[in-house]
């Protein structure tokens, strides 16, 4: 695993783990509804770990800015994050969803293939937090389903000239607060919540 893609995974436990936090322990940033903190979380982790580089993050970065020649009807579309180097030239583009919807995943892999299979853009991450109740939908189910997606999407003929690849971080589990000893009786299933992230990765050949 890239040390890029640690960066993204720490990027989403960290934000996480702040929401559960002001929030005392009832939420964590599935159910937030906005990927804002999420975004946020992943482009810290990403400055401080390449920090020297002489790079810098662009949020809601136009497609138009990162190539030129993109097709009229793409010019409106941003990418969540981007990763410029020190000549403003694409290292990575970076989409986020703060959980696992087939449909809108696919649709950013899309995007992301785009900018990468078609463009200027050597990589780009689809980077989702996957969060479930043990007690009725395993983590790790979750998981396999995301990356059965995955793969029925890099199958099709027109999906086959980009590399893929699925790093899953390790998961977490229950909210935090409950191991400082603050219990909630009304929510004693909170206490199977299980939590982790998946970065799928698009590159060239």
């Known amino acids: 695993m890239s040390k890029l893609i640690e960066a993204i995974h720490k990027g989403i436990y960290d934000a996480n783990f702040e929401y559960e936090k002001w929030s005392h322990g009832y ?28 790079e810098r993050l662009w949020l809601e970065m136009p497609f138009h800015k990162i190539w030129a020649d993109t097709a009229d009807e793409c010019k409106q579309k941003r990418v969540d994050i981007a990763l410029l180097d020190k000549c403003e030239k694409p290292i990575c583009v970076i989409e986020v969803k703060r959980h696992w919807d087939k449909d809108k995943c696919l649709k950013d892999l899309d995007r992301i293939k785009y900018l990468v299979g078609n463009g200027p853009v050597p990589s780009g991450v689809l980077a989702v937090l996957v969060v479930r109740d043990e007690a009725n939908q395993a983590l790790n189910e979750a998981l396999n389903q995301a ?4 793969a029925e999407w890099h199958a099709r ?19 935090m607060i409950w191991r400082f000893g603050h219990e909630y009786p009304k929510y004693p299933e909170w206490r199977s919540w299980k939590g982790a992230s998946i970065c799928i990765e698009i590159s060239r050949p």
């Open 147 to 150: 990356r059965a997606d995955v």
């Open 157 to 175: 003929p027109d999906n086959r000239g980009v590399n893929i690849c699925c790093h899953t971080s390790v998961s977490w589990g229950y909210p």
């Open 27 to 54: 939420h964590w940033l599935n159910d937030s509804g906005n990927e804002g903190l999420l975004v946020a979380g992943i482009t810290r982790a990403l400055y401080e770990q390449r920090q020297g580089r002489h």
